[in-house]
């Protein structure tokens, strides 16, 4: 991923998209800036219009969320959908490995040994909701599916860089406080050496002190030579006396960290920030609701062979994997949900410039590792939340629930840049495991001995799905935007929020709006 994905660049970009791209997106925009996304049930489902559909064929390839909240949506209106899955789950990349779980990918085959408990689990795809996301949560509520915050943000989760610190790991409070403080001091310095005086009069530069002062905790002096907000230096009021503050870290040395280039605020961008939640239970609790109420139209196990654009409508050859036997379906639309990594592998009679487009999008690889473990980051008080680190498994995930329960799921890898999500990949499963041991030992002293029943999950290396999300850039070329003849692309990375659900139950919108307006004409 690129790393600047979560900051304010990519947000004013975001926004810019959604105002030079008009139709659905511009849409959904007035929709939130008038505050019809925030309905009662938060459903945007709610305002999808569709024309009844009286019958008419759509033809929807993959079950993932995008495929399933399309059928869903449009059988409620009359339309008779068909959905067809090469894999024998549906959700696509919302997937949740727990007791007994296979994890196929195409050179390996693993099984997930976690013990046989509802709250042992782990999310190898989605893992977290925005509170913004309003459509996947109406979902939620509307499904009835029980919701619990999760959240990225630990001060007593840990920050390991080997270029800092000698290597150690360092608590995210100590971190935070810390630099706050060096820049206050310094910003409160460039003050007092009448720096600011061209920009602002003495009044407001008082003001500004004030703030700093505040904001960096520093003394009478504006100087920052510690603060209680980086946790104490032992036991806190082990005793009747204070706790001892701790001297700053060297900040020489944050800057020579990655610290601050994006983990620092990762919890902070428009995706991350608080309120998340997660699922009770599993992301997938979102796809055995989508799954409970379209599972009629859903053929599993039946590979796509062919998409054809004939003069009336489409045909979609396709085999079913357990007997071989191939069959052409027809239907009037289709909604293509299949990963364009997938898709641009799969015969079709589109028009050279979709096919030649379709080449040039690029995904991201990530991957996953997870393991089973007596709660041990919680006798350190690590209750949830994300620790980083410079390394190839670049974080590690505390659960966020069953707090105090003999065992958790810790995921002991979530990697996105792309170097390591190769090495990663490259591994075989139990290669993986023992680097993301060791690993893990940075983090945690004695880390590779407690950890047990490790999985993993590489995304590029599924065959149906070869790549977790659409990069934010390059952008989707416009002329996969539009209808493909009848076919018409959906997905997350159809969105203006790759590698999040919310994209992809956006998308699908966006596709049944344009099918239902050619039904209407
Ligand atoms: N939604 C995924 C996550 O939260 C992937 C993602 C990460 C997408 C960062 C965009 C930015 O981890």
């Known amino acids: 991923m690129s790393k600047s994905k979560p900051t304010g660049v990519t947000r004013r970009e975001f926004l810019k998209r959604i105002a030079a791209a008009g139709g659905y997106a511009a849409t959904y925009q007035a929709m939130a800036g008038l505050g019809l996304l925030t309905t ?27 495929g399933m909240s399309a059928a869903y949506e449009m059988s409620k209106r009359g339309y008779s959908c068909k959905i067809i899955e090469a894999r024998n789950r549906a959700g696509g990349r919302n997937e949740t490995a727990r007791h007994g ?7 390996s085959v693993q ?49 390991h860089d080997s270029k800092a610190f000698g290597g150690q790991p360092v608590q995210t409070k100590r971190l935070l406080a810390d630099s706050r403080g060096a820049i206050a001091e310094l910003f409160a310095k460039t003050i007092k050496k009448n ?58 040395q944050i800057l020579t960290s990655e610290f601050w ?3 620092m605020h990762f919890a902070e961008g428009t995706d991350q920030a608080a309120t998340m939640f997660q699922p ?8 055995d609701g989508f799954y409970a109420r379209v599972s009629g139209l859903v053929e599993l196990e039946t590979e796509v062979l062919e998409i054809r654009n004939t003069m009336s409508g489409v045909e979609v050859d396709c085999k079913n994997l357990n007997t071989g036997d191939t069959k052409t379906l027809e239907a009037k639309f289709c909604i293509c949900t299949i990963p364009i990594t997938v898709l641009r592998n799969i015969p079709n009679n589109f028009d050279t410039a979709i096919n030649v487009a379709m080449t040039g999008v690029t995904y991201e690889k990530s991957g996953k590792a997870a393991f089973q473990s007596t709660r041990f980051w919680e006798e350190q008080g690590v209750y949830g939340g994300i620790s980083w680190t410079d390394q190839d498994i670049t974080q590690m995930w505390y659960p966020a629930s069953g707090f105090h329960q003999a065992q958790g799921i810790i995921v002991g890898a979530y990697i996105w840049d792309e170097a390591q999500c190769v090495r990663f990949a490259n591994q075989t499963p139990t290669e993986r495991i023992e680097s993301c041991k060791l690993q893990g030992e940075a983090i945690h002293a004695g880390y590779s001995r407690m950890v047990k029943n490790g ?14 999300w659409r990069t934010d850039l390059p952008e989707i070329p416009e002329i996969l935007q539009g209808a493909i003849g009848q076919v018409y692309l959906a997905g997350e ?21 344009e099918i239902s307006h050619r039904v209407e004409l």
Request: hydrophobic share 35%; with cysteine.
């Open 40 to 66: 009662q049930s938060g459903c945007g489902t709610e305002t999808l219009a569709l024309t009844e559909g009286n019958g008419t064929q759509v033809i929807i390839l993959g079950a993932g969320v995008a």
């Open 101 to 107: 779980t296979t994890l196929q990918e195409i050179d």
């Open 111 to 159: 099984t997930c040994n976690f013990d046989n408990d509802p709250g042992l689990y782990a999310n190898l795809g989605p893992a977290r909701l925005p509170h913004h996301h309003r459509n996947v949560l109406g979902y939620c509520k509307e499904f009835n599916i029980a919701l619990e915050i999760f959240s990225n943000d630990n001060r007593a989760a840990f920050f």
């Open 195 to 252: 720096a600011l005086d061209e920009d602002m009069n003495a009044e407001d530069q008082e003001k500004l002190l004030a703030y700093l002062k505040n904001f960096g905790d520093l003394n009478a002096q504006h100087q920052y030579t510690g603060s209680s907000r980086a946790g104490f230096k032992d036991t806190v009021h082990a005793t009747m006396t204070p706790g001892v503050i701790q001297a700053p870290l060297d900040f020489k």
């Open 261 to 263: 280039d994006y983990k």
């Open 280 to 287: 009770v239970g599993g992301m997938d609790k979102i796809v």
């Open 455 to 468: 999985i993993t999950r590489s995304w590029h290396k599924m065959k149906y799905q070869q790549g977790a």
């Open 493 to 513: 990375h159809m969105s203006m929020l790759p590698g999040w659900q919310e994209g992809s139950i956006i998308s699908a919108q966006k596709v049944m709006e």
